[in-house]
Structures are given as C-alpha cells and as structure tokens.
C-alpha cells in the first residue's frame, strides 16, 4: 500500500522556520521525482518544489527561491522541506507527490500538513 504521510507543520511567527517531512512507503522511493505543492484557502493547488529521483538536481518556485531548501534521504524514504524567512503568503496545505522518474504524471499523494504563518 503506498502511502505519502507529510509532517512538520504548524503555526509560525512571520520570519519564523519550519521543516517539513514526507515520508514514503509502498514503493520505491529512490526512482521517483518528489516535490512539494501547497494549496492556500481559495486558492489553486500551486508547484513549491521539486527534487529528482537521484537528488542531484532541484526547481523552486521564484515565490520560494532563496528561502525554501528542498532535500531527501533516499536511505530513510523521506523528503524535506526545510522552510525559513516565512510570510503571511506561505500559510497553506502542503502536499508532498510523487512522479515516477522520466514520466509527467504525478501518481501519488499525501494528505497534506497546514503551515500557518501568522502573528
């Protein structure tokens, strides 16, 4: 059974750092792209980051570019979103996904965790 179970979030002063975890089971995490979404109340789902399957080579959004560092441990089956200098506009559901390498489609993901950045 394949499952994406994020972790770290919560309620954060502006300014303030997070680091998030996805944690992967069910299949095999080192052949796939994972990235990070996050959704905003209102809002369309919208492209965080993304890390390739090898973890040699990452994309931000510009939104994110410079604050946000995308990582994963291939050994532990987890991805991380290490978070910092967060603002108002990052408060949203996080979702971490999974593509399998080469292809397009993302084929799984997880529930999501709520960041709150506020004061």
Do not use: H
């Amino acid at each position: 059974q394949v499952q994406l179970v994020e972790s770290g979030g919560g309620l954060v002063q502006p300014g303030g750092s997070l680091r998030l975890s996805c944690a992967a089971s069910g299949f095999i995490f080192s052949l796939y792209d994972m990235s990070w979404f996050r959704q905003a109340p209102g809002m369309e789902r919208e492209f965080v980051a993304r890390i390739k399957w090898s973890g040699d080579s990452t994309d931000y959004a510009d939104s994110v570019k410079g604050r946000f560092i995308i990582s994963r441990d291939n050994t532990k089956n987890t991805m991380y979103l290490q978070m910092k200098s967060l603002k108002p506009d990052d408060t949203a559901v996080y979702y971490c996904a999974a593509k399998y390498r080469f292809t397009a489609t993302y084929g799984y993901w997880g529930q999501g965790t709520q960041v709150t950045v506020s004061s």
